[in-house]
């Protein structure tokens, strides 16, 4: 069972930006595609951000599309979701989670992940 470790959450004004990690404790990273996922209050988890195995396919919600990137650094075993531009409705905790059937293609679906991190918050208020 993969652990996934997220941070970088916190307290940003709207417009401002912010960086989560997620360190995966897989001896080979690419062997797994990873998803960012959030959930506010009240609200349902929804998928928002993945990024494929092989690193060549990247998916993105319409609410974040443009606006947040998420990248790779395989020597560190770490995913990134830059968030830019960040909006009082980003505010959510935010998961990670990996997925190790799919190397092409990535979903932003959470059923299709087996491991997740416990979250980190962001809360985008002025």
């Known amino acids: 069972q993969l652990q996934l470790v997220e941070s970088g959450g916190g307290l940003v004004q709207p417009g401002g930006s912010l960086r989560l990690s997620c360190a995966v404790s897989?001896?080979?990273?690419?062997?797994?595609?990873i998803g960012w996922f959030r959930q506010a209050p009240g609200k349902e988890r929804e998928g928002i951000s993945c990024?494929?195995?092989?690193?060549?396919?990247?998916n993105y919600a319409d609410s974040v599309k443009g606006r947040f990137t998420i990248s790779r650094d395989d020597a560190k075993n770490t995913v990134y979701l830059q968030m830019d531009s960040l909006k009082p409705e980003d505010t959510a905790v935010y998961y990670c989670?990996?997925?190790?059937?799919?190397?092409?293609?990535?979903?932003?679906?959470?059923?299709?992940?087996?491991?997740w991190g416990r979250g980190t918050q962001v809360t985008v208020s002025p």
């Open positions: 990024l494929s195995a092989t690193g060549s396919s990247t």
């Open positions: 989670a990996a997925d190790p059937r799919l190397f092409r293609l990535c979903l932003l679906y959470d059923v299709a992940y087996d491991d």
């Open positions: 897989a001896t080979i990273l690419e062997h797994y595609s």
